[in-house]
């Protein structure tokens, strides 16, 4: 799997690709997740920056942690899905959020390649120094649950935060070849 797709950095090259992965996430009516990807593309360049900014700024607003953002594609440049790693956790992000958030658009989902998208996003935090990873999905989606669990994650404990059940797991981010 992991070697027809590829995390790039976020790139005006790859404009097109983006708009219409999140139309299509739009039109299904369902939430961008991650969160970077509900930011106002109307303006790409300044989309970029913003992306950029969240990366290298050392004085980001209050509750903002440092975070990169990656898109996955394929070889023939389809963009399938997006990854979120924050630097580290503040509270909240302890509580909900961890330390990556990822998706998949719509039509790509259930052919691997979350699994290959966590898989490429552990080593990019491993990179950053991450050697132990809080991911956190809602109990019910049993898909993100398994992604996680396929790529190491051990539940850690379950909770409710505004009346949704949440799953915190951990992964020890020895990144290899395995998957």
Known sequence: ??????????????????????????????????????????????????LDRLKHDSHLEEGKVNCSTFWLVKQDRT?????????????????????????I???????GYATALLHLALREARILG?????????????GSARTIINNGGTLDSEYIVNGVEIQRYWIQNEWNECC
């Open 1 to 50: 799997m992991e070697d027809n797709v590829r995390l790039i950095e976020p790139t005006a090259d790859y404009r097109s690709e983006y708009l219409e992965m999140t139309t299509e996430w739009r039109t299904a009516g369902e939430k961008l997740i991650p969160w970077v990807l509900r930011f106002d593309s109307s303006n790409f360049h300044t989309m970029l920056q913003e």
């Open 79 to 103: 963009m399938l899905g997006a990854v979120n790693i924050r630097h580290r956790l503040n509270a909240s992000l302890l509580e909900i959020g961890g330390h990556i958030g990822y998706g």
């Open 105 to 111: 658009r719509p039509s790509a989902r259930r052919q």
């Open 130 to 142: 991450i050697d132990k990873v809080l991911i956190t999905c809602d109990k019910d989606n049993i």
